[in-house]
């Protein structure tokens, strides 16, 4: 199913996969990812979360900093629903990672993002353009940096997935709050070295509400 961002909706949709090496439900998720990562207008990033490494599979790319970001947004809806693979779009409504016409329906009624973010390489620096208004009532929003692979092929071999080799794409390997936005125009910056020593191939900008250190609305974002 081919994905699209309609005009009322702006130019970017955020769509974060929650998936896990150690669930069998996981690979269709994954692959559907695969298939809408590079459609224009959407930024698709793989968080994998590591409390399923419990069945005899320790994930080789999780992280408990993607659980508890996973929980942060279960506890801010206040419906405590974490599961896998579970879809989260623009840091609101979730719903199961396959589910690709749930998905699409989400896409097409989403709001527009009040900013828009631009994040590239420049030189010896990696810069984060920022322009646009904050949501009525909301003082500041965080900007976050996250270190990218775009993709990335593993053997299993235990666990639910035994003998399977899935793909996953474009795995979030570090994820840095950088600054905080105000509105209006801002720019961020940091070393361009980090991408060298993290050792990815992409990288990507979100600007999201948090409340209490858990995280909300995403109001725009960019991936290189």
Known sequence: ??????????????????????????????????????????????FPVDYWDYLGWRDTLASPAYSARQRGYAERRGDRSVYTPQIVVNGGPHMVGSDARAIAAHLRAASAMPCDVDVKAAGELIEIEIDGDLPEGTKS???????????????????????????????????????????????????????????TDRFAALVQIEERGRPGPILGAAIH
Not at 22 to 35: M, Q, V, Y
Request: aromatic share 8%; charged share 20%.
């Open 1 to 46: 199913m081919i994905f699209s961002v309609p005009a009322s909706a702006g130019e970017t949709a955020v769509l974060e996969l929650f998936t896990s090496q150690g669930c069998s439900s996981c690979p269709p998720a994954d692959k559907l990812l695969e298939k809408v990562a590079d459609q224009p207008g959407i930024v698709a990033l793989s």
């Open 141 to 199: 929003a965080t900007v976050f940096f996250l270190f990218v692979d775009s993709s990335e092929t593993v053997q299993i071999g235990r666990g639910e997935n035994t003998g399977r080799t899935i793909t996953y794409t474009n795995i979030v390997r570090d994820m840095r709050a950088v600054g905080m936005w105000k509105g209006g125009k801002a720019s961020f910056s940091l070393p361009a070295s980090e991408l060298e020593r993290m050792k």
